[in-house]
């Protein structure tokens, strides 16, 4: 069996869309309320439960050598598919696809009464580039109306395990998930240019009030090694960077932030430089540096404004003392406020005060 679908480039030759200029609308909701809207109700509205009319029994259906053609050619050498439905117990005895870009086996059980319990594993290898021989093992369990857990487990080219609990039934979204991953490399196979190791990310709570944090050591080309750790919490409005650490060049990098989209997008942080040393890693640029960089701004429909509260930064690039220390303002219209900033490069010194120009 031939099942020919159009291609995507033959349709947008026929279809010819001009471009559209987003401009923000006077009357446009901010993103904040349309969040708040949307966790103000379940995911999953009220339903009753589902009667079919009649009762289906599928004991066995079989198709050998089925090919779909278009963008993305797919032959199917065997497929077996075993299903029922009988008085609303949905049961999915086999689904085995042998394709050329791998296989699948599923089986399952639903029901669409009650409180709607699934039960399905599936089971998957690709075969496609760059993924190629990749495993995926997928386990849906629980229910559609009370708790809903997903399991995903990924080996071969990128070793991950997911884990999942959510309420689709209950208004703001709870949702616990857990990701783990002992090592990430890109790309998949050949030599390795960034590699993430004992990745460890958890989402606790729900979209209107959740906790974030994260763990893992980085590595790879051009990239010094590094320890990152975050620590947040947030909702449907904002979320707060307790702190995001990236431990690297022989010191530390701190961010604490707050970014706000309640009704435009703005954030206030803190940047914190703690003896950082480049000598090792970049021995033709050393530099030994500490410092600090208080900001705050907006951005909304295309503007923007910044403010620079505090800005120091001391130490030295080779062997030249740095000294950096001001304040400064600015935004969209090229408008910039400079009440003093001081600059100093070894004997080279600038000093720059209660400026504004456009």
């Not at 966790?39 to 009220?46: C, L």
């Not at 079989?62 to 049961?91: F, P």
């Amino acid at each position: 069996m031939l099942i020919a679908l159009p291609k995507v480039a033959d349709v947008a030759q026929k279809e010819v869309v001009e471009p559209k200029i987003e401009k923000p609308q006077p009357d446009e909701k901010p993103l904040g309320e349309t969040l708040k809207d949307l966790f103000a109700k379940p995911v999953m509205p009220e339903m009753t439960d589902v009667h079919l009319p009649l009762n289906l029994n599928i004991e066995s259906f079989r198709g050998e050598q089925l090919r779909v053609t278009g963008d993305t050619d797919l032959t199917v050498r065997t497929m077996l598919l075993k299903v029922s439905s009988i008085d609303g117990n949905m049961k999915l005895d086999t689904l085995d696809i042998d394709a050329n870009q791998g296989t699948v086996k599923a089986s399952g059980t639903a029901q669409l009464a009650n409180n709607w319990p699934v039960d399905i594993t599936l089971n998957s290898t690709l075969n496609i580039d760059p993924l190629k021989g990749e495993k995926i093992k997928l386990k849906v369990g629980g229910a559609l109306r009370e708790q809903l857990e997903v399991g995903v487990n990924l080996s071969g080219p990128m070793d991950v395990a997911l884990r999942a609990q959510t309420r689709l039934a209950e208004a703001g979204l709870p949702l616990n998930l857990e990701v783990v991953s002992q090592r990430i490399a890109w790309p998949f196979t050949g030599n390795t240019q960034f590699q993430a190791d004992d990745l460890k990310l958890k989402l606790s709570g729900k979209m209107t009030d959740y906790t974030l944090s994260m763990r893992t050591a980085v590595k790879g080309q051009d990239i010094p090694p590094a320890t990152i750790t975050l620590d947040a919490k947030g909702n449907e409005r904002q979320i707060n960077l307790d702190k995001l650490t990236v431990a690297a060049l022989e010191g530390k990098t701190e961010l604490k932030a707050l970014v706000d989209w309640q009704q435009a997008f703005s954030w206030r942080g803190e940047l914190t430089l703690n003896d950082i040393n480049t000598a090792k890693e970049i021995p033709d640029w050393p530099a030994k540096l500490n410092g600090v960089m208080k900001t705050k701004g907006s951005l909304y429909g295309g503007t923007w404004q910044m403010d620079v509260p505090e800005l120091k930064l001391t130490g030295n690039v080779k062997q030249n003392n740095v000294n950096v220390n001001g304040t400064l303002k600015g935004n969209s219209y090229m408008q910039w406020t400079i009440p003093g900033l001081h600059l100093a490069l070894g004997p080279k010194q600038r000093r720059c005060q209660r400026r504004a120009w456009r």
